[in-house]
């Protein structure tokens, strides 16, 4: 750790020398180029390191042979990447691959999409000269020199669809075509720069180039963490900081303006590899999140008429199955065909990208890889991005959709090449523009266009309906119009400011979950212990994981672990070891070291769980249970340790903990999810500085789970799969029976979770006291609701909320304990009829995070919407669900452990 960060600040000063130099052509001499695939969690190095928007491979050389590398690898054109080695798991790829042409340099390549062009150099002589460091981004509009300003596109004044018409009329052919994909070349005709619609932000500005202004950017906690907070504002605040950076840097010129931010599908199979990237499997809960996270980044009250950094909710849809095989059968997101049950699309996959898209005011989508059948829909497979019903006729007819589509990335290549959907590429460009994909992630489109034209699968026409939602997303960013408040945001207040880092570790403190506190082991005493030991393989996770839809240059270059953070809040001292090399090792040769270093502790910290190299982009989870090493180190140090030890579980795969919550010698066990660099808030929480509120966001089912239902079945609902047990040991899918699906998410599962949804202990209690409320309602209002909106495939939104809801209740939250803490009031409806006929086991429908001072009361409001009176059917379709309603508050596995629980009925008629 303390190596890699003497690595960057090294790296910084030498850049900020290379960028102020200029000197005399080098002569770096290259060795063989090899091609590899490469992934987030980058092949060689871990960030680019080229300051400049050009690139060549001796530049990239002289910058690898400056920061003392052997290896120099180009990427995607303008990228540069440094190491001394490439990772072992990395996978060579043919040079045509590496098809790339250099940035500034078009005789070579350099590299590829997610292709890096590895080489050995030798460098002597004068250095090579620095390569020109443009913005990004130009406004031609304010040009006073160039033609640009005196054209209508120009004119503020004008109404957007007159300006966006000119733009588009002024440009050739050639450009219209480029601008079709995600690295859209410059446009002379309007004197605009070359442009990238790709910019990642997750958890934090992922895209942009370091420079030594802005060399760094905030890094926050992954959604899977910050969702456990059940906190509107923290999501808002989250997005809001991440919003302002990318503005700050767009201003320096260091970045591009569309982030591909939030991922907003649901977290249904546990071993799915993505969801880190998601805030649980709650379909209402990922709305909210999408919602209030959307508004934060895109919208500045200083200027609301404009987005401030366009967000662009993924992946649109049912795609939650990355890279799996199951007995002779193999799937990838690439080559998925998901059957998904109309009632499951209508109420579950598509009902946060509805609340993204007409509550949020999302200003991208991204359709998925993966194609989507079923029999009311269609009987064989379409791919996302060649369906126009999912893109045109629910989106932006039905939504209102206002924005651009992207595709995933090789997505529109893929209903030619992976999908077969087409009988050629050509047709395949005509189904994704007519479709309604508006721009191609990554050249597929630009690369056939022209032959698509020329042999007359579309028209011109087809391409400027594609253009002009992409120009209408650039105007209302203000990439044409005069300086208002935004062009004011600086990099020098906001990147990396104390605010932004102060709300990162909000995050963290604000979602951890405590699922175990036995004897109130926690929170710890610092002063009172003179020696902690940190044990695990995740003790210290963080560098690894940063760079992972994040920022791989974070602020102060502080990639704080577990270890790191214990050590800020211990006066004593504070020993680690991993006991085991890695999360998936079973190598146990070093758990006697571990063993020592506990039974010499005064309180030892667990650190367990998963990692990305259990489940990640491109790679599902295999298990959903604690490696045998991690298990036999657990076992160990818990029998040595003088005290019950406290388990910090840092996982986005829910994991089968039932032994951990069964050991005595386990005192507690605190849930952070990912949390990435931000373990300091983790601290506060152990060491009590803040109150654990945190509830969680999946369900930990028990191991059996996994051998029951295949990865591949996307029904909700439990009932008979059509494929086969993944725990049949047969070698063909053929000789397996069929699993049975037990049903996903808390609304559907029928067995007994090891942890519940919405599970989360604190260090105080509370009472819950429903005040006065009605004991039926009439479901007149539902039904007047459900008629008027009988055309469409959804009911809109603003229909629902028009007229109020029907019914309110609220709830007396007291704290009845002895500290000050923040709570978390639940709310869910268990329907009539629930759990039959596909009518779901509950449903949340409203949550508030309060804090309570202890003795005192604070009073809820909490509210079902018209919507939750309702019950989509077999064919899609809402209709009124009368009958008995259970309304609860909290969740009844924590009432024992001193939580707010209670319970009233309604007569719903």
């Avoid at 499997?281 to 959307?294: C, K, M, N, R």
């Avoid at 999912?390 to 090449?417: I, M």
């Avoid at 003790?539 to 994040?550: D, E, H, P, R, V």
């Avoid at 479901?779 to 809801?805: E, M, T, Y």
Wanted: negative net charge; glycine residues 8%.
């Amino acid at each position: 750790h303390r190596h890699r960060k003497k690595e960057r600040k090294k790296m910084k000063v030498l850049l900020l020398v290379l960028a102020l130099a200029a000197s005399a052509q080098g002569t770096c001499q290259l060795g063989a180029f090899k091609c590899y695939v490469d992934s987030e969690h980058r092949i060689l190095g871990d960030s680019n390191v080229n300051p400049s928007t050009e690139d060549s491979n001796q530049w990239c050389a002289q910058l690898c042979h400056d920061l003392s590398f052997a290896l120099a690898g180009t990427e995607n054109g303008n990228e540069c990447y440094c190491g001394n080695s490439v990772d072992s798991s990395a996978k060579e790829a043919p040079m045509a691959e590496c098809n790339t042409k250099c940035k500034g340099f078009p005789d070579e390549t350099c590299g590829g999409n997610w292709h890096i062009q590895v080489y050995s150099f030798n460098c002597s002589g004068t250095p090579a000269p620095p390569l020109p460091v443009d913005k990004d981004m130009v406004n031609p509009c304010l040009n006073q020199s160039g033609p640009w300003i005196k054209m209508p596109f120009c004119d503020p004044t004008l109404d957007l669809e007159a300006r966006i018409t000119d733009a588009i009329s002024r440009m050739t052919l050639d450009e219209k075509i480029g601008n079709l994909d995600t690295t859209a070349p410059a446009i002379p005709s309007l004197g605009l720069n070359a442009y990238n619609w790709w910019s990642e932000a997750t958890h934090g500005v992922a895209s942009f180039r370091s420079t030594p202004l802005a060399p760094d950017t905030t890094n926050f906690a992954f959604p899977i963490t910050t969702a456990m907070s059940f906190n509107r504002s923290l999501w808002y605040q989250t997005g809001h900081s991440i919003g302002r950076e990318a503005r700050a840097l767009m201003n320096l010129g260091s970045a591009y303006s569309t982030f591909w931010t939030p991922v907003i599908n649901m977290a249904r199979e546990p071993r799915w590899g993505r969801n880190i990237e998601t805030p649980g499997e709650d379909p209402y809960l990922s709305g909210q999140y999408a919602i209030h996270f959307v508004e934060g980044m895109q919208i500045d009250p200083a200027d609301p008429a404009h987005i401030m950094a366009s967000a662009c909710s993924k992946h649109y849809v049912a795609n939650s199955m990355e890279d799996t095989s199951q007995q002779n059968l193999h799937w990838t997101r690439h080559t998925f065909d998901a059957y998904v049950p109309m009632q499951d699309l209508m109420d579950t996959y598509m009902v946060p990208f509805q609340a993204s898209v007409e509550q949020g005011k999302v200003s991208g989508i991204m359709c998925s890889y993966n194609e989507m059948h079923n029999m009311e829909f269609s009987e064989s497979g379409i791919p996302s991005c060649a369906n126009h019903w999912l893109l045109e006729e629910v989106a932006r007819g039905e939504w209102g959709f206002d924005g651009y589509v992207t595709s995933d990335c090789d997505a529109d290549a893929d209903v030619y090449n992976s999908h077969h959907y087409t009988q050629t590429k050509e047709e395949a460009v005509r189904d994704v523009l007519r479709a309604g994909t508006d721009v191609d992630c990554t050249s597929f489109v630009g690369d056939n266009a022209q032959s698509a034209l020329n042999k007359g699968l579309i028209t011109e026409a087809d391409i400027d309906a594609r253009l002009r939602n992409l120009f209408r997303v650039r105007f209302r960013m203000s990439h044409f119009d005069p300086e208002g408040p935004l062009q004011k945001i600086s990099a020098s207040e906001e990147v990396c400011s104390q605010e932004h880092i102060a709300t990162s570790f909000d995050g963290a403190a604000q979602s951890a979950a405590l699922l175990k506190n036995e004897n109130e082991r926690l929170p710890l005493s610092a002063a009172s212990l003179a020696k902690i030991a940190v044990i695990g393989p995740n003790a210290n996770l963080s560098s690894s994981i940063a760079g992972y839809y994040g920022p791989h240059k974070v602020c102060g270059d502080h990639f704080w672990n577990m270890v790191d953070a214990v050590d800020m809040q211990a006066p004593g001292k504070v020993v680690s070891a991993l006991g085991v090399p890695n999360v998936l090792s079973n190598d146990t040769s070093k758990v006697p070291d571990a063993v020592a270093l506990a039974r010499d502790a005064d309180v030892t910290i667990l650190v367990v769980g998963t990692d990305l190299s259990c489940a990640r982009e491109g790679h599902d989870a295999t298990s959903i249970t604690l490696s045998d090493g991690q298990t036999t180190l657990i076992s160990q140090v818990t029998a040595a340790s003088k005290n019950p030890v406290v388990v910090v579980l840092l996982t986005a795969v829910p994991l089968d903990i039932s032994a951990l919550l069964a050991d005595p010698k386990v005192g507690a066990v605190l849930h952070a999810g990912q949390v990435s660099v931000t373990t300091p808030g983790v601290a506060d929480v152990l060491f009590g500085k803040r109150v654990p509120a945190g509830r969680t966001v999946q369900t930990f089912y028990p191991a059996s789970y996994a051998g029951e239902i295949s990865i591949f079945d996307f029904a909700m609902r439990p009932g008979p799969s059509p494929f086969p047990r993944p725990d049949c040991d047969k070698p063909q899918a053929s000789q397996c029976p069929n699993g049975t699906n037990p049903g996903r998410s808390y609304r559907f599962y029928t067995g007994k979770a090891v942890v519940p949804f919405g599970f989360g202990l604190s260090y105080t209690s509370f009472k819950y006291t429903p005040l006065d409320h009605p004991a039926t309602v009439s479901l007149d209002a539902v039904r007047d609701l459900l008629q008027r909106n009988a055309h469409r495939s959804f009911v809109k939104l603003a229909d629902v909320h028009s007229k109020g809801p029907l019914v309110s209740y609220f709830v007396n939250v007291t704290n009845t304990g002895k500290v000050a803490a923040d709570d978390v009031v639940l709310g869910f409806l268990q329907p009539p009829g629930a759990g039959q006929g596909g009518v779901p086991l509950q449903q949340l429908f409203g949550f508030e995070r309060v804090h309570v001072e202890a003795g005192q009361t604070v009073t809820v409001n909490l509210y079902p919407t018209m919507l939750d009176f309702t019950q989509v059917n077999a064919a899609g379709k809402r209709e009124v669900l009368a009958g008995e309603y259970k309304v609860v508050f909290g969740v009844q596995e924590t009432a024992k452990h001193g939580m707010g629980f209670a319970h009233v009925t309604l007569h719903a008629e």
